[in-house]
């Protein structure tokens, strides 16, 4: 019996491996540490207190939190009188860091949320599963899971990633998410509340 050949990941080589921190300015770092701590389940692996060399006299606290791969989610929190003026303020859902998680530990975190009625939502794609919170500061987390036929998607797309955003470039703007439920629902927690951001 012959077997097609199983595609493969392209060679190529760029020279930048994982993602080594994504930062954001908070407000305050205690009331951080235990949305990204607590809640999400990030532990806090590293926390430097400087001085900064682009604005004179400004101090800062810088924390790091770490993932599974050593990259990290990193914050930082400005000394007064500059505490407010780096802040992110509001953004919305397309503004996000995704973080990889398997079912068990989305749903771990959706348990921890619902039991401090912290708002967010949670939504099936089809191509990934998703909760999506935000931070205190408005940063938007969102644990994604990937569905058991994540590989034979994931070829899919690669096969024709330029020719379908050539597709959608030149203004053909139908889907292609055949993964996609028929219903595609939103489930909004605390139930009828619905997330900010």
């Known amino acids: 019996m012959i077997q097609a050949p199983t595609p493969t990941r392209p060679t190529v080589t760029t020279g930048l491996g994982r993602l ?3 930062a954001t300015p908070v407000a305050d770092q205690g009331v951080n540490r235990h ?7 990030l ?7 400087e001085e900064s060399v682009t604005t004179p006299g400004m101090t800062f606290c810088h924390t790091f939190y770490e993932l599974d791969d ?11 009188p500059h505490d407010r003026e780096f802040l ?28 401090e009625e912290y708002p967010h939502l949670i939504q099936d794609h089809g ?11 408005g940063l938007e987390i969102e644990i994604a899971v ?12 690669r096969a024709d990633a330029r020719s379908e955003l050539a597709r959608w470039l030149a203004g053909d703007h139908r889907t292609n998410n055949d993964w996609r439920p028929e219903t ?7 139930a009828g509340q619905a997330a900010t951001g």
């Open 20 to 22: 080594h921190h994504s």
């Open 35 to 41: 949305f990204v701590e607590d809640l999400i389940g």
């Open 43 to 49: 532990p806090l692996t590293a926390t430097w207190c």
């Open 70 to 80: 050593g990259s990290a989610l990193a914050f930082f929190q400005m000394s007064e």
């Open 88 to 115: 992110l303020g509001p953004t919305n859902r397309y503004d996000h860091v995704a973080l990889h998680a398997d079912a068990a530990t989305q749903e771990a975190i959706h348990q921890r949320l619902l039991a």
């Open 127 to 137: 191509y990934v599963k998703s909760l999506y919170v935000v931070s205190p500061d």
């Open 146 to 157: 990937d569905p058991p036929n994540v590989e034979e998607i994931k070829d899919k797309r």
């Open 184 to 190: 595609h629902s939103v489930a909004h927690y605390p």
